[in-house]
């Protein structure tokens, strides 16, 4: 066969590939014209068209043998011949990130030859990854696509090549066989590589929705199944309309086996227990809306972020550092659809949950939603595609979902402590976490065990079953279910003790909450707002309001809460968010006018109407909010401040004393700007001293952590790990105290190693880092999701991704082009003498 008949096949094949549908994405929010690799892979853009090559040749590798491991030796034997034309220097082993050429080239490439050719030279340790730590040549020959591929070029380095991998992969995936590479692609700056990569490709990868279609993939999940290998998904007792949906959809989709349950209409802790069994997903948000492609209309779930990997569903606290990196992305309709799940898991769950699976029901997670729903507001008001009235009511709905989670969750026993005023993690749940590896107890189980003479799983059986009664372990579960919710599972810092902290990171949400809310009243509600509250069952939220309002205006807000006040606010369980009146005028705004004529008097209203006999209605001013809020900073600075180490401290409620761990999130207290100046002045250079490591800031020091050793192992939370929540509260919180200069600092320390990890390890984003070492490689309890992959990083992981994202928001020019460029964090500040 002639080269031009060559060249004339292989136009055929293109356009047969370039005719594939591409991948359908979620939330199109974005235009990418790349979002499939065509005119990466020579197939979109006409200057990359294949009429520009007259002469085509087969593709050819040189290189020096290397060490091949056994599961690529056959590949390596069958595919791996010599160059006809010399090249030289290609035995030297290359740098991770070498410099590329002034001239950009292209290149024309086999797909699945050079692929199994490239693993077979420089995959020495066989994991389908090319990383520094694999021991090939780092040097791979490619033809030009100019010259038909006749001539060589080298390409160089961990790098490029693990990026030319990556793209090989992708272009397998779309059943491409010969594909056209621009150098740029493969040597791209990797900052501007790790974040296009987050904004157009790990978003979608890691979005999802409760409907038709998004459960094929839920219920492929392990997780969604009992013991009868069953998926289920839990339908809440009040969403008729989506009982009758996903009835529907396992009538219709017979092969997912689809149990639909309908969860009672009080949700008890026991019978929460009784479902360990039966586990599944909990439904979400659905909308009815008009399918573009066909003007009908259909039901789609309000989509929402997952965290990655095994984290397969909606989380709590994660959700609020995806918005975060959503809005920086533009993607502020995907971060709308959270909150509207939130709003949903409040009005029906009565909590933000854990996550949406059945056996977290009675457990929630540090809450941000009010910050969530700000950022989101703003970003949709810059935006401009929603009507202002439209807008104005979700606003108030939000406002409302805020005061339930606030009222309801954590203003009510057993998470405020009576005493103290102050707030806890503490769950309502009964009996071992069931979510755990069935062996993760047994150093706990074993001792009870033994004293009766039973295994570990005769005696777990007993136990989850009731039969056997034992408070210290009820205890000891109590305490390991409150880490959970803590979102900080695990650290030495919690241990058998949890339940027992008034900690300063909730201490600091809750201040925000008070704060948020009084000031969103005053601003979207003239400075009242009215929502509605089911009676309850013989009247119990009713009467609980009342007292609870004679309470606050016989003693006011600062003599309930606390000193074992008269603060009972679980009437708020029973507050409606979401209702058929969302978008009537009535629901906009209170149109309530606050009594000028005596501001000095709290005045909380309440009224009942035949029209809805089973609600009242509330009013409550805005000034009750703020209020709290003045009132829970009193109480931080009394019990979490201390003057001597000019640090805040969790407080131990059961032994009245300060705990003596350092917690990097007494800087939480900036972020939610209950820290005074004073305390801030003498913190900051505290703190960063103590939590400032090489690679950014690290969750707690190693003084405070202790000895490690077999039987004290390390654990995540702990020194030497840093997590994204940490570090994204942190920079805000300094920049809001006026420390930008270190904010940018810690900033750019994390962002190297993000991207050192990026760049070394074949593209990969992962759940945690160890900041000490600067390197995502952790041996600790849970392993380090996202960090094992073949071939390509699909997905990231959620909150390291957006931290990313607002991360880079905080370097300046100078600083991206140094982090671009991998230059080491102490070398670039001495340089700026930050």
């Known amino acids: 066969m002639s080269a031009s008949d060559s060249a004339r096949r292989i136009r055929l094949d293109l356009d047969k590939q370039v005719s594939i549908k591409p991948q359908i994405h979620l939330e199109e929010e974005l235009f990418y014209a790349d979002k499939d690799h065509k005119i990466a892979h020579g197939h979109g853009d006409e200057e990359y068209s294949y009429g520009v090559i007259r002469r085509v040749r087969a593709m050819s590798v040189m290189a020096a043998r290397p060490l091949v491991p056994p599961v690529h030796m056959g590949i390596f034997q069958e595919i791996h011949q010599p160059s006809p034309t010399p090249v030289q220097s290609i035995h030297k082993r290359r740098s991770s990130h070498d410099a590329s050429s002034v001239k950009d080239r292209r290149f024309l490439i086999d797909v699945e030859k050079t692929k199994q050719a490239i693993l077979a030279q420089e995959d020495t340790d066989g994991d389908c990854q090319i990383t520094i730590y694999d021991t090939g040549p780092k040097s791979f020959i490619v033809g030009t696509a100019d010259s038909g591929g006749f001539h060589k070029f080298e390409i160089r380095g961990t790098y490029a090549l693990s990026n030319l991998l990556q793209e090989l992969a992708l272009a397998s995936e779309y059943g491409r066989k010969t594909i056209v590479l621009n150098e740029a692609r493969i040597n791209e700056n990797p900052v501007d590589r790790m974040s296009r990569l987050i904004k157009y490709h790990f978003w979608d990868g890691l979005t999802r929705r409760i409907d038709a279609d998004g459960l094929e993939k839920i219920c492929a999940d392990p997780k969604n199944r009992g013991q009868d290998q069953r998926s289920r998904i839990y339908v809440p007792f009040h969403d008729a309309f989506a009982l009758e949906y996903y009835n529907t959809i396992a009538k219709e989709r017979l092969h997912l086996g689809l149990d639909v349950v309908q969860l009672p209409e009080i949700i008890s802790p026991e019978y929460v227990k009784s479902l360990d069994t039966s586990p599944g997903i909990l439904s979400l948000s659905l909308r009815k809306q008009v399918d573009s492609a066909t003007g009908e209309i259909v039901v789609r779930g309000a989509p929402f972020v997952v965290p990655g990997g095994r984290f397969n569903e909606m989380y709590g606290w994660d959700s609020y550092f995806e918005a975060l990196g959503l809005a920086e992305d533009d993607r502020i309709e995907l971060a709308?659809?959270?909150?509207?799940?939130?709003?949903?898991?409040?009005?029906?769950?009565?909590?933000?949950?854990?996550?949406?699976?059945?056996?977290?029901?009675?457990?929630?997670?540090?809450?941000?939603?009010?910050?969530?729903?700000?950022?989101?507001?703003?970003?949709?008001?810059?935006?401009?595609?929603?009507?202002?009235?439209?807008?104005?009511?979700?606003?108030?709905?939000?406002?409302?979902?805020?005061?339930?989670?606030?009222?309801?969750?954590?203003?009510?026993?057993?998470?405020?402590?009576?005493?103290?005023?102050?707030?806890?993690?503490?769950?309502?749940?009964?009996?071992?976490?069931?979510?755990?590896?069935?062996?993760?107890?047994?150093?706990?189980?074993?001792?009870?065990?033994?004293?009766?003479?039973?295994?570990?799983?005769?005696?777990?059986?007993?136990?989850?079953?009731?039969?056997?009664?034992?408070?210290?372990?009820?205890?000891?579960?109590?305490?390991?279910?409150?880490?959970?919710?803590?979102?900080?599972?695990?650290?030495?810092?919690?241990?058998?003790?949890?339940?027992?902290?008034?900690?300063?990171?909730?201490?600091?949400?809750?201040?925000?909450?008070?704060?948020?809310?009084?000031?969103?009243?005053?601003?979207?509600?003239?400075?009242?707002?009215?929502?509605?509250?089911?009676?309850?069952?013989?009247?119990?939220?009713?009467?609980?309001?009342?007292?609870?309002?004679?309470?606050?205006?016989?003693?006011?807000?600062?003599?309930?809460?606390?000193?074992?006040?008269?603060?009972?606010?679980?009437?708020?369980?029973?507050?409606?968010?979401?209702?058929?009146?969302?978008?009537?005028?009535?629901?906009?705004?209170?149109?309530?006018?606050?009594?000028?004529?005596?501001?000095?008097?709290?005045?909380?209203?309440?009224?009942?109407?035949?029209?809805?006999?089973?609600?009242?209605?509330?009013?409550?001013?805005?000034?009750?909010?703020?209020?709290?809020?003045?009132?829970?900073?009193?109480?931080?600075?009394?019990?979490?401040?201390?003057?001597?180490?000019?640090?805040?401290?969790?407080?131990?409620?059961?032994?009245?004393?300060?705990?003596?761990?350092?917690?990097?999130?007494?800087?939480?207290?900036?972020?939610?700007?209950?820290?005074?100046?004073?305390?801030?002045?003498?913190?900051?250079?505290?703190?960063?001293?103590?939590?400032?490591?090489?690679?950014?800031?690290?969750?707690?020091?190693?003084?405070?952590?202790?000895?490690?050793?077999?039987?004290?192992?390390?654990?995540?939370?702990?020194?030497?790990?840093?997590?994204?929540?940490?570090?994204?509260?942190?920079?805000?919180?300094?920049?809001?105290?006026?420390?930008?200069?270190?904010?940018?600092?810690?900033?750019?320390?994390?962002?190297?190693?993000?991207?050192?990890?990026?760049?070394?390890?074949?593209?990969?984003?992962?759940?945690?880092?160890?900041?000490?070492?600067?390197?995502?490689?952790?041996?600790?309890?849970?392993?380090?999701?996202?960090?094992?992959?073949?071939?390509?990083?699909?997905?990231?992981?959620?909150?390291?991704?957006?931290?990313?994202?607002?991360?880079?928001?905080?370097?300046?020019?100078?600083?991206?082009?140094?982090?671009?460029?991998?230059?080491?964090?102490?070398?670039?500040?001495?340089?700026?003498?930050?």
């Not at 339940?499 to 601003?523: C, E, P």
């Not at 309002?549 to 006011?556: C, K, M, N, V």
């Not at 654990?715 to 105290?737: C, E, N, S, T, V």
């Not at 905080?810 to 140094?818: D, G, K, P, T, V």
């Open 336 to 834: 709308r659809g959270m909150i509207e799940n939130f709003h949903y898991e409040l009005e029906h769950y009565g909590k933000i949950l854990n996550a949406n699976r059945s056996y977290y029901l009675t457990r929630s997670q540090p809450p941000f939603l009010t910050d969530m729903t700000i950022q989101v507001y703003n970003k949709l008001v810059t935006k401009g595609t929603w009507e202002p009235k439209t807008l104005h009511a979700w606003m108030i709905q939000s406002i409302k979902a805020a005061i339930k989670e606030l009222l309801g969750v954590w203003m009510v026993s057993p998470r405020l402590d009576a005493t103290t005023g102050l707030y806890r993690y503490y769950t309502e749940g009964v009996g071992m976490p069931p979510e755990t590896e069935s062996s993760h107890f047994d150093h706990i189980i074993r001792p009870f065990a033994d004293r009766r003479n039973l295994s570990i799983e005769e005696y777990t059986t007993l136990y989850n079953n009731l039969e056997i009664s034992e408070p210290e372990l009820d205890q000891y579960f109590v305490h390991d279910r409150a880490v959970r919710e803590s979102g900080h599972d695990t650290t030495y810092r919690f241990e058998k003790r949890c339940a027992n902290l008034a900690t300063v990171d909730l201490a600091s949400l809750i201040y925000k909450y008070q704060k948020d809310i009084g000031v969103l009243i005053d601003t979207h509600c003239k400075s009242v707002i009215a929502f509605r509250v089911r009676k309850g069952k013989d009247d119990t939220n009713l009467k609980k309001f009342l007292k609870w309002r004679e309470a606050i205006l016989s003693h006011g807000v600062t003599g309930c809460i606390g000193d074992n006040g008269h603060w009972d606010s679980s009437w708020a369980k029973g507050l409606a968010i979401m209702g058929k009146d969302l978008f009537q005028e009535s629901a906009i705004s209170t149109n309530t006018i606050p009594d000028t004529k005596h501001e000095d008097l709290l005045v909380i209203d309440y009224e009942e109407t035949d029209a809805s006999p089973d609600f009242f209605i509330v009013k409550l001013p805005a000034r009750i909010f703020t209020e709290m809020a003045s009132h829970t900073q009193t109480k931080i600075t009394k019990y979490l401040w201390s003057p001597t180490d000019k640090m805040f401290f969790d407080w131990d409620c059961e032994l009245h004393e300060q705990s003596v761990y350092e917690t990097v999130t007494c800087l939480w207290t900036l972020w939610a700007g209950c820290a005074t100046p004073q305390q801030a002045e003498v913190m900051v250079p505290t703190v960063l001293s103590k939590f400032e490591a090489v690679g950014g800031l690290v969750s707690g020091t190693e003084e405070s952590r202790g000895t490690i050793s077999l039987d004290r192992p390390n654990r995540q939370w702990d020194f030497p790990f840093g997590w994204a929540p940490h570090q994204i509260m942190a920079w805000a919180g300094l920049k809001q105290y006026g420390y930008s200069i270190d904010a940018r600092r810690i900033c750019y320390r994390w962002l190297y190693v993000l991207t050192k990890s990026f760049v070394d390890f074949n593209g990969v984003v992962s759940e945690k880092l160890d900041v000490v070492n600067m390197t995502h490689k952790i041996d600790v309890e849970y392993g380090n999701v996202g960090a094992d992959f073949q071939f390509v990083v699909r997905e990231g992981f959620g909150w390291m991704n957006a931290s990313y994202q607002v991360g880079l928001t905080y370097l300046n020019e100078s600083m991206r082009r140094a982090l671009g460029a991998l230059t080491p964090p102490d070398q670039l500040f001495r340089k700026l003498g930050i």
